[in-house]
């Protein structure tokens, strides 16, 4: 929560953010094992749990342009050398998931193709490309709204779907 990271934070205690960070993610089978342990070990320095501590910070809760504070926290990941979609997109989904998507880039970037829509895909996390996938899951968000029987909770249901239908198909 705000309360607690911004408590921990103004006590210096970066390496619990950076453990309480680390067990939500271990909590769920989104990211992959490799991924979680390149975070990990990106977080032994003192000065690099500052960095990811104030990152995810600013990203989840921090004042000023969205895509600003997406992009600082892509750029810490990478200094930390654990800049993947999942790892970049994870947070921020946790905290809102009927806003923001968790991002599987070659699910989202089969899905998108499928649909043609154009999500300008890179294998870098950067904020134009996750704008553009925001408006694709919404935009199937909106066509399963219409369906009766497929009402989504949250963006995650939109995703499911559209990994299952990628499965089928």
Known sequence: SKKILEELLHNGSYAEVCNLAKRIMNRTNLIFRNEKMSLSDGLKDAEDQKLFSTQLYS???GSGDE??????FVTALEELDACK??????????SEPNRYPFV??????????SYAFD???????NWVTY???IDFVNYVASLLERRATLKPRDLIDVQSF??????SG
Request: aromatic fraction near 20%; include cysteine; hydrophobic fraction near 40%.
């Open 104 to 113: 599987k880039p070659s699910n989202i970037n089969d899905a998108a193709k």
């Open 59 to 61: 990203l989840l809760y």
């Open 85 to 94: 979609w999942t790892t970049a997109t994870y947070f921020l989904y946790l």
């Open 162 to 167: 559209i990994w299952c239908a990628l499965q």
């Open 119 to 125: 999500i300008s895909y890179t294998i870098y996390p």
């Open 67 to 72: 895509g600003e504070r997406f992009e600082s």
């Open 131 to 133: 704008t553009r996938i």
